[in-house]
């Protein structure tokens, strides 16, 4: 449901992992695990620093520092560059630091829908960088799926996965380490709940009016959770990725409250002194890990270093000091209401750099064009004759609605499209790494 094993727990039984911040000692009278470094829970809600010029600034110097540390290197460095204000600012500063040309590099599609590569342009042209643009196919794509899978030890939980290992073969023959903007939508706030989640929490009697909408009300209260009484219960179902009665078509042994208590202990333990930083902190205890993972080893499995300047911890004290609304805000607006309150001081100073049009459009992610990947014969084939018989034998999944959702996949739903994805991206790491 949620995409992500988070806490000590894998998917294999009797091996666990280290959490976020922690380091094992193996011993001969046994294994002890401390913890090294824990999330700050900030000061208490809207009592940081004051918002201004002044914090701006600080914010920018204090990010221009953490990507000048994070350059240090004896052999060829650049940017992955994706066009949007996070890898877009990294790039920026990068370039600012070396005062000469550096190279930055991006994955484009043919279909424009998913191809941010009007905006890794605009990039480019302000940060005078080089830029080498990759076009990802259907037939590569088909091709790596189960290379990718054995290189991430894992069932590769978003389609995307698949991108950024195309990025580091190719980034690969030019240099050995990249700068990405990971991790600042977790840090900051960059993900359109935590601007939903604020906006039910400054202006609930305004949400329930919207709800009462004719023809969007009805949307607008799934978007908003508004109908789930209990706070921490709305965010942790906001992060979910497949709903209840998804879940439980494709895998009968799903259970609601059993996925809501895992995830509601977690929530719990993380540090936070107001709503937000404990939301926050909870999507860096329990998503951003698995994020990270699959940055690494997608990476590594091509030999190239990916270093994440906007995960700096001294950068991450600073930024857990400021106020809430400094991140995320609930400001009422009639354009662009979601990107204007979101990772709102990052905003501030990408608006310097970039301009409001590039720095406040919706957020699109790293999208892939599932539906195109998924028809491309080898991929099909794949399925067909490997994937779906082995769902059937494994029996962990229900066969019969997955075929259904396979063999209906070019008028699927988006969230359909995924909910498949799911299924074959873990047969295929099983048949790897358990048959």
């Known amino acids: 449901m949620f995409r992500c094993v988070s806490g000590p727990g894998t998917l294999l039984k009797g091996v666990s992992q280290p959490e976020p911040g922690q ?41 221009r520092r953490c990507v000048q540390q994070q ?23 990068a ?33 005078g960088v080089r830029s080498h643009k990759f076009l990802l196919t259907d037939k590569w794509y088909a091709d790596h799926f189960q290379k990718a899978t054995w ?76 109908e789930i009484s209990s706070a921490r219960d709305r965010f ?37 002194n107001s709503r937000l930083k404990k939301c926050l902190n909870y999507s860096m205890q329990t998503y951003l890990p698995e994020m990270l993972l699959r940055q690494d080893k997608m990476t590594m499995a091509a030999s190239l270093e990916n270093r994440v300047p906007f995960l700096d911890h001294e950068f991450l004290e600073f930024v857990r000091g400021l106020p809430d609304t400094d991140l995320v805000s609930s400001t009422l607006a009639l354009r662009n209401m979601v990107a204007k309150n979101t990772k709102v001081i990052l905003k501030k100073i990408a608006v310097k750099y970039f301009g409001p049009e590039f720095s406040y459009r919706q957020k699109e992610g790293f999208a892939i064009p599932l539906r195109a990947f998924f028809e491309q014969q080898a991929f099909v084939e794949l399925v067909n004759d490997q994937i779906l018989p082995g769902v059937k034998n494994r029996a962990l999944f229900s066969c019969a609605p997955v075929k259904s959702l396979w063999e209906s996949r070019a008028d699927l739903s988006n969230r359909d499209l995924e909910s498949l994805w799911v299924v074959l991206a873990f047969e295929m790491w099983a048949q790897q790494f358990l048959s």
């Not at 240090?72 to 920026?92: A, E, F, H, M, N």
């Not at 990249?178 to 935590?194: I, P, T």
């Open 23 to 63: 380091w094992v000692e193996l011993g001969l009278n046994g294994d002890e695990t401390q913890t090294y470094w824990t999330l700050p829970a900030g000061p208490p809600e809207n009592a940081g620093r004051t918002s201004g010029t002044a914090t701006v600034d600080e914010f920018e110097e204090k990010l």
């Open 71 to 93: 350059m240090i290197s004896d052999v060829p460095l650049g940017c992955q560059l994706s066009g949007g204000v996070d890898s877009s600012l990294v790039t920026k500063f």
């Open 151 to 226: 290189h991430l030890d894992a069932p590769l939980n978003h389609p995307n996965t698949l991108g950024i290992m195309f990025l580091a073969e190719n980034a690969r023959r030019t240099v050995t380490v990249l700068l990405s903007g990971e991790g600042a939508d977790e840090v900051l706030g960059g993900y359109n709940r935590f601007f939903y989640q604020q906006l039910i929490h400054d202006h609930p009697a305004a949400c329930r009016l919207m709800t009462l909408l004719p023809v969007l009300g009805r949307r607008i209260s799934q978007k908003l959770g508004i």
């Open 236 to 272: 942790i179902l906001s992060t979910a990725r497949i709903n209840q009665i998804d879940a439980q078509r494709i895998y009968p042994l799903f259970r609601m409250e059993r996925a809501l208590a895992m995830h509601r202990d977690r929530f719990d333990a993380v540090p936070g």
């Open 95 to 127: 370039a600012d630091s070396v005062g000469e040309h550096l190279n930055s590099y991006s994955v484009v599609f043919k279909d424009p829908v998913y191809s941010e590569e009007k905006w890794i342009d605009a990039a480019t042209t302000v940060t």
